[in-house]
């Protein structure tokens, strides 16, 4: 049985002629103790879907099970969900142990009880010495940390966590985003993350879900999604930098586009001609902009003791042919290989 | 300061002790006035020392016993008057407001908005102009001379509600939506979440309107015509009587001051509280 199942979600505001559809029907299954990352950019739509598994949103049409059960009516309380913000949400006047068991207290929980969950969740989040201070008291990191443990502690079914590490700073979030890996393989409870980075997708991810103006355009693993992209989206959205996308590629048929990835062009002595534009040092990889007629394409290979091609020069490149991607131009769809 | 001149910083000086001098001499003309007794007070020129009167005139005023032209009720019972129709307006107030805003701002219902600006308008509206339809209001309920009858005219407040409305705007959404997470109805959230983050606004509201309901002149004049319920205000204005009549000034003084130590002492307790919820919501 799937922990959470989500059937042809429908998301419509206003009614009538000004409705405005912004999640058009989205199907899937998430087995239960998987770790799915919803990512899209913004504005697609990745969010009000989480919101609507919350319960903070109407569903419009369709279905949502949480744990076999439909929870489309439920309030937020009742779904057995515990959900981490972005912006963490605690709640001012309150220490950080209050926070943790105000859920807990509502659900008259013996104090005894809210006592140990606290103090386990403190003991794996390491913030055991600050249970008596106030959320203004605390850093970006640990105001983080008490947010999860008031995930925590409600010991749900399901972890909602809509971008909570887009506060930190980027050490902090390399940290934060290993620190929930470990957690979820601890706890092993079934975890959507929604986020707009694809770093953390697809560092996070057990299977991401891939959406684009309110249409899921994939959903399977991180090698899935990046070595067989189904769009054109999904093949420009994960990557960096995204993969060349060819309308009048070199043996192409009319009608599709060729993708490749900047790090499956190898410099050869002959082969595509790309005109160089600029060159960047990433480090140990160098990045190669050109144009092949009038499209642009962008060549990644390793920084050796060749010197860089200078601008306005012409090199040759030679795509992996294992590692060409076809699109039908129209949809945008992957034509299967 | 951003420069220190000396002649600059002397003048400064000069005109804040110039002010402080005209707010403060009537004062202390009043306090001096209630240590004589009334012979002494009527000489010309009048004495500027405090004198040797001030335990007997005090308690006088405080307990009635004294005779003179106009009233001579004991302030003791009017200041307890006082201080019970401030506590019920401010706290009626306090609560009203605390409710309708958290109406305005967490709920939709038909007329909303409708609603929001009949509140908003009756800004406009102070007391007085409506005071003749409320003064038949209330002596037809028979609440005239009673706590009801000074104080519920006057707690319906249009700022109040405002001023959290204001408040409740900047709580940020997703407060609530973690509260319904958890689990907190809507009562427990306003409860346990909206109240105490208030508590700043609460606080400068309850020194305003403490104030206010201490003050109240016009509308105690009207509902009330027993000397048991007269508020200390009408009070002393009661203990002058017109005319060439000698009043007891010592006395009428030492009732003055007496009216103006508890608006100074809540004040003084609550500043740093004011301030603080007139300055920044603490967030």
């Given at each position: 049985?799937?922990?959470?199942?989500?059937?042809?979600?429908?998301?419509?505001?206003?009614?009538?002629?000004?409705?405005?559809?912004?999640?058009?029907?989205?199907?899937?299954?998430?087995?239960?103790?998987?770790?799915?990352?919803?990512?899209?950019?913004?504005?697609?739509?990745?969010?009000t879907l989480l919101r609507m598994v919350a319960g903070l949103e109407e569903i419009t049409e369709g279905e949502i099970h949480i744990g076999g059960r439909v929870v489309n009516r439920l309030e937020p309380a009742e779904r057995d969900i515990a959900m981490v913000f972005q912006n963490y949400a605690l709640y001012p006047h309150m220490s950080v142990f209050d926070n943790m068991a105000y859920g807990l207290k509502i659900k008259k929980v013996p104090i005894a009880e809210i006592k140990t969950r606290v103090d386990k969740a403190a003991g794996i989040l390491e913030l055991?010495?600050?249970?008596?201070?106030?959320?203004?008291?605390?850093?970006?990191?640990?105001?983080?940390?008490?947010?999860?443990?008031?995930?925590?502690?409600?010991?749900?079914?399901?972890?909602?966590?809509?971008?909570?590490?887009?506060?930190?700073?980027?050490?902090?979030?390399?940290?934060?985003?290993?620190?929930?890996?470990?957690?979820?393989?601890?706890?092993?409870?079934?975890?959507?993350?929604?986020?707009?980075?694809?770093?953390?997708?697809?560092?996070?991810?057990?299977?991401?879900?891939?959406?684009?103006?309110?249409?899921?355009?994939?959903?399977?693993?991180?090698?899935?999604?990046?070595?067989?992209?189904?769009?054109?989206?999904?093949?420009?959205?994960?990557?960096?930098?995204?993969?060349?996308?060819?309308?009048?590629?070199?043996?192409?048929?009319?009608?599709?586009?060729?993708?490749?990835?900047?790090?499956?062009?190898?410099?050869?002595?002959?082969?595509?001609?790309?005109?160089?534009?600029?060159?960047?040092?990433?480090?140990?990889?160098?990045?190669?902009?050109?144009?092949?007629?009038?499209?642009?394409?962008?060549?990644?290979?390793?920084?050796?003791?060749?010197?860089?091609?200078?601008?306005?020069?012409?090199?040759?490149?030679?795509?992996?042919?294992?590692?060409?991607?076809?699109?039908?131009?129209?949809?945008?769809?992957?034509?299967?290989? | 300061?951003?420069?220190?001149?000396?002649?600059?910083?002397?003048?400064?000086?000069?005109?804040?002790?110039?002010?402080?001098?005209?707010?403060?001499?009537?004062?202390?003309?009043?306090?001096?006035?209630?240590?004589?007794?009334?012979?002494?007070?009527?000489?010309?020129?009048?004495?500027?020392?405090?004198?040797?009167?001030?335990?007997?005139?005090?308690?006088?005023?405080?307990?009635?016993?004294?005779?003179?032209?106009?009233?001579?009720?004991?302030?003791?019972?009017?200041?307890?008057?006082?201080?019970?129709?401030?506590?019920?307006?401010?706290?009626?107030?306090?609560?009203?407001?605390?409710?309708?805003?958290?109406?305005?701002?967490?709920?939709?219902?038909?007329?909303?908005?409708?609603?929001?600006?009949?509140?908003?308008?009756?800004?406009?509206?102070?007391?007085?102009?409506?005071?003749?339809?409320?003064?038949?209001?209330?002596?037809?309920?028979?609440?005239?001379?009673?706590?009801?009858?000074?104080?519920?005219?006057?707690?319906?407040?249009?700022?109040?509600?405002?001023?959290?409305?204001?408040?409740?705007?900047?709580?940020?959404?997703?407060?609530?939506?973690?509260?319904?997470?958890?689990?907190?109805?809507?009562?427990?959230?306003?409860?346990?979440?909206?109240?105490?983050?208030?508590?700043?606004?609460?606080?400068?509201?309850?020194?305003?309107?403490?104030?206010?309901?201490?003050?109240?002149?016009?509308?105690?004049?009207?509902?009330?015509?027993?000397?048991?319920?007269?508020?200390?205000?009408?009070?002393?204005?009661?203990?002058?009587?017109?005319?060439?009549?000698?009043?007891?000034?010592?006395?009428?003084?030492?009732?003055?001051?007496?009216?103006?130590?508890?608006?100074?002492?809540?004040?003084?307790?609550?500043?740093?509280?004011?301030?603080?919820?007139?300055?920044?919501?603490?967030?």
């Amino acid at each position: 049985m799937s922990a959470i199942s989500l059937r042809n979600v429908v998301k419509r505001y206003g009614t009538g002629k000004h409705a405005v559809q912004v999640i058009h029907g989205v199907s899937a299954e998430v087995e239960t103790g998987e770790f799915v990352v919803i990512v899209g950019p913004s504005g697609c739509g990745k969010s009000t879907l989480l919101r609507m598994v919350a319960g903070l949103e109407e569903i419009t049409e369709g279905e949502i099970h949480i744990g076999g059960r439909v929870v489309n009516r439920l309030e937020p309380a009742e779904r057995d969900i515990a959900m981490v913000f972005q912006n963490y949400a605690l709640y001012p006047h309150m220490s950080v142990f209050d926070n943790m068991a105000y859920g807990l207290k509502i659900k008259k929980v013996p104090i005894a009880e809210i006592k140990t969950r606290v103090d386990k969740a403190a003991g794996i989040l390491e913030l055991g010495q600050l249970l008596d201070r106030k959320p203004r008291q605390l850093s970006g990191g640990q105001r983080q940390r008490v947010a999860m443990g008031r995930a925590i502690v409600r010991q749900p079914k399901v972890f909602l966590f809509d971008e909570p590490l887009s506060n930190l700073d980027a050490k902090l979030r390399a940290q934060t985003r290993i620190e929930i890996q470990k957690l979820h393989r601890e706890l092993g409870i079934t975890s959507l993350f929604v986020t707009h980075d694809q770093v953390e997708a697809m560092t996070l991810a057990q299977r991401m879900l891939v959406m684009n103006a309110g249409v899921m355009e994939q959903f399977g693993t991180p090698e899935e999604v990046y070595h067989r992209p189904a769009s054109t989206f999904v093949a420009s959205f994960i990557g960096s930098p995204p993969m060349n996308l060819l309308k009048n590629a070199p043996g192409g048929r009319p009608g599709t586009v060729m993708g490749i990835r900047p790090e499956h062009l190898d410099l050869a002595d002959s082969g595509w001609a790309l005109r160089v534009e600029t060159t960047e040092l990433l480090g140990a990889e160098r990045l190669v902009y050109g144009r092949l007629g009038d499209e642009q394409v962008i060549v990644r290979h390793e920084e050796g003791p060749i010197a860089p091609p200078r601008p306005d020069s012409t090199i040759h490149v030679r795509p992996r042919e294992d590692r060409i991607h076809w699109f039908e131009a129209a949809s945008g769809k992957r034509i299967a290989a | 300061m951003v420069e220190r001149n000396r002649p600059l910083v002397a003048l400064s000086h000069l005109v804040m002790v110039l002010g402080v001098i005209v707010v403060a001499f009537p004062l202390y003309v009043a306090f001096v006035a209630s240590t004589h007794t009334a012979q002494d007070i009527v000489q010309a020129p009048m004495p500027l020392l405090p004198g040797g009167n001030m335990i007997e005139t005090y308690r006088d005023a405080l307990f009635g016993g004294h005779v003179g032209a106009g009233s001579t009720a004991p302030a003791g019972r009017m200041m307890f008057v006082s201080l019970m129709s401030a506590l019920i307006i401010t706290i009626g107030k306090i609560a009203i407001s605390l409710l309708s805003a958290f109406a305005i701002v967490y709920f939709r219902f038909p007329l909303k908005n409708f609603f929001f600006w009949a509140i908003f308008v009756t800004l406009m509206l102070p007391v007085e102009v409506r005071i003749m339809p409320t003064y038949k209001v209330v002596s037809d309920l028979g609440m005239l001379n009673t706590y009801a009858g000074l104080t519920v005219p006057l707690i319906a407040s249009a700022t109040a509600t405002f001023l959290f409305r204001q408040f409740f705007l900047t709580v940020p959404d997703e407060l609530v939506e973690a509260a319904r997470v958890d689990g907190a109805g809507p009562m427990r959230f306003f409860k346990d979440i909206l109240v105490p983050l208030s508590r700043t606004s609460i606080a400068a509201l309850f020194v305003i309107q403490f104030i206010y309901g201490w003050n109240q002149y016009l509308w105690p004049l009207l509902a009330t015509t027993t000397e048991d319920m007269y508020p200390v205000v009408i009070g002393i204005k009661r203990m002058i009587a017109g005319g060439d009549a000698a009043n007891e000034w010592n006395v009428v003084m030492a009732t003055a001051i007496l009216a103006m130590l508890p608006p100074a002492v809540v004040v003084l307790l609550m500043q740093k509280w004011f301030v603080k919820g007139l300055v920044d919501s603490e967030k």
